[in-house]
């Protein structure tokens, strides 16, 4: 099973009303949010943990999860408002305005005795969760928690409008990808945690403190896959873009699905990948989020409408 922890939120998207005036539509979202539902539409056996207020924004989120066949057991729900995110589209590109204060995310807490663990095959970290206390800590002790029976994997996307502290933040990540098996960075990501780094420089360096996978992804330019031994690349697929948002969160849930159905997981199996893996993982994935860009909103693919 994959267990995705611990972001969840509402995103207001711009939209036009029926009168013509602007006006916010909310959308379930979140970085690690939409990577459990990608999973989950791909057919995988996959799990959210995490604080989700039980205010009708709550609500909204559970019910998201569990119509994408996401099993919510490990949520904890509390009366803390729900994380609250404003979209503004500059070329097509999502940015966004968070609301984040005391919400129950934000005070999630990781119990390993009250959270059932077993079966657990790969950890997904990542994304606003990363950044403040309490719940940055409380992540790290999860992944602490499960690396030693679980494949980690991370996704940091960096929000740096949402960080107060970059020198804080950048040390934190450098800690939490020292745990991971799987990285995977956007080329902004990687400008704002190694300003003036190549990509290679940074996938060497992750490589050699643990990594066995490194993902650097470059939006329209396609993707890179790092190992000690290989480099891949795989270009994006052509698609008349809606918008961008979850294309990042799809393509990086597709390729862990691809490997865990593969059944290449399990760390000493990862360590020992080849292009005969990790071509067919950066195509799947790439063909996943060519569909969430031609439609609004993070919307992933279900299965079935995948390419045989």
Not at 14 to 25: F, I
Not at 50 to 66: A, N, Q
Not at 174 to 184: F, G, N, P, V, Y
Not at 285 to 304: L, M
Request: aromatic residues 6%; neutral net charge; proline residues 6%.
């Amino acid at each position: 099973m994959i267990l995705v922890g611990c972001e969840s939120l509402i995103d207001f998207v711009p939209v036009r009303s029926d009168s013509g005036m602007d006006a916010y539509r909310p959308v379930v979202g979140g970085g690690n949010l939409n990577i459990a539902v990608a999973a989950g539409r791909l057919g995988v056996p996959v799990a959210f943990i995490g604080g989700v207020s039980s205010d009708p924004f709550g609500e909204m989120i559970v019910e998201h999860l569990r119509e994408s066949n996401v099993d919510v057991a490990r949520v904890t729900r509390s009366a803390r408002q729900t994380t609250l995110a404003f979209v503004k589209y500059i070329d097509k590109q999502a940015r966004y305005m968070f609301y984040d204060e005391a919400s129950a995310g934000r005070m999630w807490r990781f119990d390993s005795k009250a959270v059932p663990l077993a079966g657990v095959d790969l950890l997904h970290i990542g994304s606003t969760t990363l950044i403040n206390e309490p719940v940055s800590g409380e992540t790290k002790r999860m992944a602490e928690a499960l690396r030693a029976k679980a494949t980690i994997a991370i996704d940091p996307n960096c929000r740096p409008a949402m960080t107060p502290d970059p020198a804080a933040y950048r040390k934190r990540i450098a800690e939490l990808m020292a745990l991971s098996d799987i990285i995977r960075v956007s080329v902004e990501d990687l400008d704002y945690l190694r300003p003036g780094s190549t990509a290679e420089a940074a996938a060497a360096d992750w490589l050699k403190g643990g990594a066995a996978v490194v993902i650097v992804t470059d939006g329209g330019a396609g993707a890179t896959a790092y190992t000690k031994s290989s480099r891949m690349h795989r270009p994006a697929l052509k698609v008349e873009v809606v918008d961008t948002i979850g294309a990042g969160d799809t393509f990086h849930a597709a390729f862990l699905v691809n490997l865990y159905e593969a059944k290449v997981i399990p760390r000493e199996k990862l360590r020992a990948l080849t292009e005969k893996e990790i071509g067919p993982a950066l195509e799947f994935a790439a063909q996943a989020a060519a569909i969430t860009c031609s439609r609004p909103g993070a919307d992933p693919p279900w299965r079935r409408e995948m390419p045989v």
